[in-house]
């Protein structure tokens, strides 16, 4: 069974850095791509972060780039995003998510698996 576990979460100032991990397991190949998305409630599910692993580049929102980066590790099927000069907005449950082996990856795209979530709170 394929799972997908995230850790990492926590409290923290505006201004301040946190890494959440999201580590894979129960799956024989990489992964097409690997995902990190967040979501508040009452709002939609926003996508985040991309990596797509064939082409070993990232895909990033304009609302987290330059603030947020992906860093996988394909053979492990994980993969974590560091998140510097948080905002109270960047308050959410954030997700990992992923596609199967050859796969298309797109935000708009339903994943094949996700994660439980992890709560970020940013106090301002």
């Known amino acids: 069974q394929v799972q997908l576990e995230e850790s990492g979460g926590g409290s923290v100032q505006a201004g301040g850095s946190l890494r959440v991990s999201c580590a894979g397991s129960g799956y024989s190949k990489s992964f097409a791509c690997m995902a990190w998305f967040r979501q508040v409630p009452g709002k939609e599910r926003e996508g985040l972060a991309i990596?797509?692993?064939?082409?070993?580049?990232?895909w990033y929102a304009d609302s987290v780039k330059g603030r947020f980066t992906i860093s996988p590790d394909a053979a492990k099927n994980t993969a974590n995003l560091q998140m510097n000069n948080l905002k109270a907005d960047d308050t959410a449950t954030y997700y990992c998510?992923?596609?199967?082996?050859?796969?298309?990856?797109?935000?708009?795209?339903?994943?094949?698996?996700w994660g439980h979530g992890t709560q970020v709170t940013v106090s301002s």
């Open positions: 990596w797509y692993t064939a082409l070993e580049r990232a």
């Open positions: 998510a992923a596609r199967d082996f050859g796969e298309s990856c797109s935000v708009y795209r339903n994943f094949d698996y």
